[in-house]
């Protein structure tokens, strides 16, 4: 039976009448579907920490023991009863979706004090529990979501039922595959409308193993191991050729039609098209995956297959990343040794949780491209300066843009792309093209990043694309 699994981010949560008219009721049957709910906006970065800023959530103020923990832990409890209250107005279903959000938090709060107090003795350490403690908070956000969509949908005569995969009461674990196989062996999903928790606890830990990654993680592993027929996306936005909060929504276009090549550069950027781990799953299985915009439910959106191989010369998407973290190690000591050089140094790396981006090197100097929290970059840095010390070692904010595209000319868009930005007055610090051609990088200053964006996607996208039209 042909059947999708679909995710729902959190934005779009948020506007829950619109998930509701375009995407839940749309079909005039509801069922044969699967979806999987995020958070709603922002209460997973309160419950953890602000992913854009790095600003501390709840489970940052646990670590660094911040007595105010509780009273943030009330205020997001607050705000919860309050989407609770936008979005029922039965007053029987409200209270019950109030129950459940206060005894989560309830729960949560008890055992979080029980942690800290039995952390009081020297034989115990609260970094033993962090892990522990992160994993359980990140898992209230999404279900709150879930179990609130499921209710809402049951008081509208259709047979939605709440999965909630967090273990919350449920001592029982095994691996993600587990986990999910034995959630779905008796859901009948011709009859009932299942609503999965994005987050799943698991032997291996989704927030240690995929960080904020996880829900993506959780919807493809559900989408292969039930073989469905289609894997759909739903965002607030479509996935066009650049961010149309930069460009402008009247100068970008939806891709329409692109391959799991250009989202697996789209994700090393950190755009959210979908994490390359839950790709890879998906392309393992040869299940097709569509972006769609929740906003627009008869548009198409776009369709990212193994299948789509151009020939044609195109740049499809300028994407970037700005306040990256360009580290520079120069030292003529390593002629000859740099790839033992190149070893310590992602041990550093990985050890201080940062993200890796990019890398360059030469005879004697490297320059690697992080992303992370400041503290973690400065200790990055540090760290270098004291295994190296006869290196020089220095740090700066940059932007990385690529141009990305399934099949692309890479010569000819980075001298077009360079003499673009030079034309701009924008100056680029670096920039290179791989053998592969798909993509093209340039490093900019991190100021410069908006205007380089608009000025690669007028002179690679939108340029070429009013020339084919007047032709």
């Known amino acids: 039976m042909p059947y999708t699994v679909e995710k729902i981010g959190g934005t779009s949560m948020s506007a829950f009448d619109a998930v509701?008219?375009?995407?839940?009721?749309?079909?005039?049957?509801?069922?044969?579907?699967?979806?999987?709910?995020?958070?709603?906006?922002?209460?997973?970065?309160?419950?953890?920490?602000?992913?854009?800023?790095?600003?501390?959530?709840?489970?940052?103020?646990?670590?660094?023991?911040?007595?105010?923990?509780?009273?943030?832990?009330?205020?997001?409890?607050?705000?919860?009863?309050?989407?609770?209250?936008?979005?029922?107005?039965?007053?029987?279903?409200?209270?019950?979706?109030?129950?459940?959000?206060?005894?989560?938090?309830?729960?949560?709060?008890?055992?979080?004090?029980?942690?800290?107090?039995?952390?009081?003795?020297?034989?115990?350490?609260?970094?033993?529990?962090?892990?522990?403690?992160?994993?359980?908070?990140?898992?209230?956000?999404?279900?709150?979501?879930?179990?609130?969509?499921?209710?809402?949908?049951?008081?509208?005569?259709?047979?939605?039922?709440?999965?909630?995969l967090s273990g919350w009461n449920n001592g029982q674990a095994g691996s993600l595959d587990e986990v999910i196989l034995a959630a779905f062996e008796d859901i009948d999903v011709a009859t009932q409308l299942p609503i999965v928790t994005g987050y799943a606890y698991c032997n291996e830990g989704l927030m240690k193993t995929y960080d904020r990654g996880y829900s993506e993680m959780t919807f493809s592993r559900i989408a292969a191991l039930t073989?469905?027929?289609?894997?759909?996306?739903?965002?607030?936005?479509?996935?066009?050729?650049?961010?149309?909060?930069?460009?402008?929504?009247?100068?970008?276009?939806?891709?329409?039609?692109?391959?799991?090549?250009?989202?697996?550069?789209?994700?090393?950027?950190?755009?959210?098209?979908?994490?390359?781990?839950?790709?890879?799953?998906?392309?393992?299985?040869?299940?097709?995956?569509?972006?769609?915009?929740?906003?627009?439910?008869?548009?198409?959106?776009?369709?990212?297959?193994?299948?789509?191989?151009?020939?044609?010369?195109?740049?499809?998407?300028?994407?970037?990343?700005?306040?990256v973290f360009a580290l520079h190690i120069f030292d003529q000591s390593m002629v000859g040794k740099i790839d033992n050089a190149s070893y310590e140094l992602m041990e550093v790396i990985a050890e201080a949780k940062v993200h890796l981006v990019g890398k360059e090197m030469n005879a004697n100097s490297m320059t690697y491209y992080l992303s992370g929290s400041s503290d973690n970059l400065n200790h990055v840095l540090y760290k270098i300066e004291k295994r190296y010390p006869n290196a020089s070692a220095s740090g700066k904010m940059v932007a990385l843009i690529s141009a990305i595209g399934a099949s692309m000319n890479t010569?000819?868009?980075?001298?077009?792309?360079?003499?673009?930005?030079?034309?701009?007055k924008i100056s680029p610090i670096a920039a290179h093209s791989s053998m592969r051609n798909v993509n093209v990088q340039f490093v900019v200053e991190d100021n410069d990043y908006n205007r380089a964006i608009c000025v690669l996607h007028d002179v690679l996208i939108a340029k070429p694309l009013s020339t084919k039209k007047a032709a």
Request: aromatic share 6%; charged share 20%; proline share 4%.
């Open 411 to 424: 010569n000819n868009a980075l001298t077009q792309g360079m003499q673009a930005l030079v034309n701009a």
């Open 20 to 164: 509701l008219d375009n995407i839940l009721l749309r079909p005039h049957h509801p069922y044969e579907r699967v979806f999987v709910v995020s958070a709603y906006a922002t209460i997973t970065d309160a419950l953890l920490e602000c992913k854009r800023t790095g600003k501390p959530g709840i489970y940052q103020m646990i670590a660094k023991h911040d007595t105010q923990w509780q009273e943030a832990m009330y205020q997001l409890e607050q705000r919860m009863l309050l989407i609770n209250e936008h979005l029922f107005a039965d007053p029987m279903s409200r209270i019950r979706a109030d129950k459940f959000i206060r005894s989560r938090i309830s729960e949560a709060v008890n055992c979080i004090n029980n942690i800290l107090e039995t952390c009081q003795y020297g034989q115990f350490s609260l970094r033993q529990y962090l892990p522990q403690v992160r994993e359980f908070l990140s898992s209230i956000g999404e279900a709150h979501s879930a179990y609130n969509t499921s209710l809402k949908l049951k008081t509208l005569g259709i047979n939605a039922c709440f999965i909630d």
């Open 227 to 323: 073989n469905a027929t289609q894997a759909i996306i739903h965002k607030e936005y479509h996935l066009s050729s650049a961010d149309p909060r930069i460009v402008g929504a009247d100068k970008v276009s939806p891709m329409g039609l692109t391959n799991f090549d250009v989202a697996d550069q789209l994700a090393n950027l950190g755009m959210e098209a979908i994490h390359p781990n839950a790709a890879a799953g998906l392309r393992q299985q040869g299940i097709e995956l569509r972006i769609k915009n929740t906003f627009e439910p008869e548009h198409k959106g776009t369709l990212i297959s193994n299948v789509h191989k151009p020939k044609n010369n195109k740049v499809e998407i300028i994407a970037g990343k700005d306040k």
